[in-house]
């Protein structure tokens, strides 16, 4: 444990020789100090007080003579004024970590922007207000009722700041939808909410969410300051991003089958389509492949002679380094995917390897987005 002795520094002039020998020995005794040689036969020396009675028996035993040139307290104060410092500064923090210092809105509409300040300041929330006294639900419920031009508000803290982030309620031209719509928008797919665009309705989601299929996006109504809902036409796009995936299995101790050189063979004598005469094959074999081949017997007539072949095969071990097959084996979890997703709708792609037991696993991930 430090003692206040452990701020006191203290200087020595140290007059002797062979001062490598002091310099070691006050390295195996811990002490902590500076030294600067400042001829062959004279070393100053700085330590703290703490070390001194140690110091002086290592300097009588060794012979050395020394004295005191300084002793000075000036660590002390310094390290008390930082200490009282950074309390302070604790304390300031923990105080104005519990009040919003500034209100930050998330819009290029300087209109827009001064509707909502000004809908923030009647009821004072804002600056100076205390965190726990802001009800995030309750501020966008009135932003929503008092500044039409919305279509949806999300309110969050970052830091000390209150955050305003807001949707337009009129939609781009290009994303205005054509039909009226008075069920609500749906899910089509489970993925996360990557775009929202609200004219008419009340989002019941935001960017970020991650949703379910069939889960309702969009209700078709709005909500007035009293909580009432009244009926009305959906008027909005939402955009989901979705992962999909494929993956296949690779075990580095297999089996491959491969042919004896054992075989039979069926045969049917088919005309126009129809077996006049048929060979069946006696198979004993426990593992076997086939192959089918067809023969004309007559140029003349459809007279046609189809051969079975069953080729004996037996398992033959084969080991497989899975570094060795790894390349390949994400590049066929690639391909499985794309047969179900279009290239050019590729936002993201990545790829995971897991092993459970002798089983390797190779999944590969696609990110897209659509439109529900």
Same mark, same amino acid.
């Given at each position: 444990m430090y003692s206040w002795k452990s701020f006191l520094r203290v200087g020595l002039k140290v007059r002797g020789a062979n001062f490598n020998v002091l310099i070691d020995e006050l390295k195996k005794q811990n002490i902590r100090f500076k030294a600067q040689r400042v001829t062959d @036969?004279?070393?100053?020396?700085?330590?703290?007080?703490?070390? %001194?009675?140690? =110091?002086?028996?290592?300097?009588?035993?060794?012979?050395?003579?020394?004295?005191?040139?300084?002793?000075?307290?000036?660590?002390?104060?310094?390290?008390?004024?930082?200490?009282?410092? %950074?309390?302070?500064?604790?304390?300031?923090?923990?105080?104005?970590?519990?009040?919003?210092?500034?209100?930050?809105?998330? @819009?290029?509409?300087?209109?827009?922007?001064?509707?909502?300040?000004?809908?923030?300041?009647?009821?004072?929330?804002?600056?100076?207000?205390?965190?726990?006294? =802001?009800?995030?639900?309750?501020?966008?419920?009135?932003? %929503?009722?008092?500044?039409?031009?919305?279509?949806?508000?999300?309110?969050?803290?970052?830091?000390?700041?209150?955050?305003?982030?807001?949707?337009?309620? @009129?939609?781009?031209?290009?994303?205005?939808?054509?039909?009226?719509?008075?069920?609500?928008?749906?899910?089509?797919?489970?993925?996360?909410?990557?775009?929202?665009?609200?004219?008419?309705? @009340?989002?019941?989601?935001?960017?970020?969410?991650?949703?379910?299929?069939?889960?309702?996006?969009?209700?078709?109504?709005?909500?007035?300051?009293?909580?009432?809902?009244?009926?009305?036409?959906?008027?909005?796009?939402?955009y989901l991003y979705l992962w999909d995936s494929e993956t296949v299995e690779f075990c580095e101790n297999t089996y491959e089958f491969s042919r004896t050189g054992n075989f039979v063979v069926s045969r049917d004598v088919v005309f126009a389509g129809n077996v006049l005469k048929s060979e069946s094959a006696n198979v004993n074999f426990e593992h076997y492949e086939t192959e089918t081949l067809t023969y004309n017997i007559s140029n003349i007539l459809p007279l046609k002679m189809v051969c079975t072949y069953y080729f004996e095969t037996t398992a033959v071990p084969v080991k497989k380094e899975f570094s060795a097959e790894e390349d390949s084996l994400i590049y066929e979890a690639k391909q499985k995917l794309l047969q179900k997703v279009d290239e050019t709708q590729i936002l993201d792609e990545r790829y995971t390897i897991s092993q459970i037991g002798e089983i390797y696993y190779v999944t590969y991930y696609t990110k897209r987005e659509i439109k529900v």
């Open positions: @036969t004279e070393l100053n020396i700085e330590t703290t007080e703490n070390n %001194l009675p140690v =110091l002086f028996d290592l300097l009588k035993n060794k012979c050395y003579n020394y004295s005191i040139t300084y002793k000075s307290e000036i660590g002390l104060p310094k390290i008390l004024g930082v200490v009282i410092g %950074l309390v302070f500064c604790l304390i300031v923090l923990l105080v104005l970590s519990n009040f919003c210092l500034g209100v930050q809105i998330n @819009t290029d509409d300087t209109e827009l922007s001064q509707k909502i300040q000004s809908v923030l300041a009647e009821n004072s929330w804002g600056s100076g207000k205390s965190w726990g006294s =802001l009800d995030f639900d309750e501020i966008e419920l009135n932003l %929503l009722t008092h500044v039409e031009e919305l279509s949806m508000v999300n309110v969050s803290r970052f830091g000390a700041f209150l955050i305003v982030n807001v949707n337009e309620g @009129t939609l781009p031209d290009e994303l205005n939808p054509t039909e009226e719509n008075t069920q609500g928008i749906f899910a089509s797919a489970n993925g996360v909410v990557s775009r929202i665009f609200v004219a008419s309705g @009340t989002a019941l989601v935001k960017v970020g969410d991650t949703v379910s299929f069939g889960q309702m996006l969009v209700a078709p109504y709005r909500e007035t300051a009293e909580g009432e809902q009244i009926p009305t036409i959906v008027k909005a796009d939402v």
